[in-house]
């Protein structure tokens, strides 16, 4: 079975400045994984995704994330931040390969902009 | 309309009432997935639908009734629910070929 381990629950970060958000999974098969945002009051979002080829993975708003294998990581980050990137991230993994696979989620980091 | 949708939005109810959470997905996608969000807690799968066919119950109880009638349109009924069962509930669906699930915008459940 898959895991996600989000090591930081909140993640506080002055406006204009870089951001990283850590996750580490664990499986003993290939894997997709995926980076969601959750705004106040809504729905998942997906950021971006990684399936296979080029391990930096750009996504919508500015983000990026690094899919490295050797450290099963899978890392999200940005330059500079806004007030607007105020939410919960949440990473998720899945089996590669495998259809209608279910997603195994971490637990989320929330992160708070401070203007 | 475009991708999933979910109503009511915000639903309140008593123990003893019977309601039901919809959504309707506008993509095509042959999969569809409740989940339940509580606060401080990962999201939990409930119930998968793969062709219209459950594939997946995540140990539930049975207070949570889901139905799919065609790969469009996913139901969740709910019947003597308690106050812990208040939640935000999304709906998401996805493609055959790869996983990535697209979400609704949730119904946010409360109990009282």
């Known amino acids: 079975a898959q895991s996600v381990t989000q090591l930081d629950s909140q993640v506080p970060v002055f406006e204009e400045a870089p951001v990283e958000l850590r996750c580490n999974y664990s499986?003993?098969?290939?894997?997709?994984l995926f980076w969601y945002v959750q705004y106040p009051n809504q729905g998942l979002q997906l950021l971006l995704k990684?399936?296979?080829?080029?391990?930096l993975v750009k996504g919508i708003n500015g983000f990026e994330a690094e899919f490295n294998k050797s450290q099963t990581s899978f890392h999200l980050r940005k330059p500079s931040v806004h007030i607007s990137d105020t939410a919960e991230y949440f990473c998720a993994v899945t089996r590669s390969n495998f259809g209608n696979e279910k997603l195994t989620f971490g637990t989320g980091t929330r992160l708070t902009i401070i203007p | 309309e475009t991708g999933v949708t979910q109503t009511p939005r915000h639903l309140v109810m008593g123990m003893t009432n019977k309601k039901s959470l919809k959504c309707e997905q506008h993509?095509?996608?042959?999969?569809m997935y409740w989940y339940k969000q509580s606060a401080k807690k990962p999201l939990e799968l409930m119930f998968v639908?793969?062709?219209?066919?459950?594939?997946e119950n995540n140990s539930v109880p049975s207070r949570f009734s889901p139905e799919c009638p065609n790969s469009s349109h996913l139901f969740l009924h709910l019947h003597t629910l308690q106050p812990e069962d208040s939640a935000l509930y999304l709906c998401a669906s996805s493609p055959g070929s790869y996983n990535e699930q697209f979400f609704g915008p949730g119904t946010r459940l409360t109990v009282l």
């Open positions: 499986s003993s098969v290939s894997v997709y």
């Open positions: 990684y399936l296979s080829g080029s391990t």
């Open positions: 993509l095509g996608h042959n999969a």
């Open positions: 639908y793969s062709l219209e066919e459950r594939v």
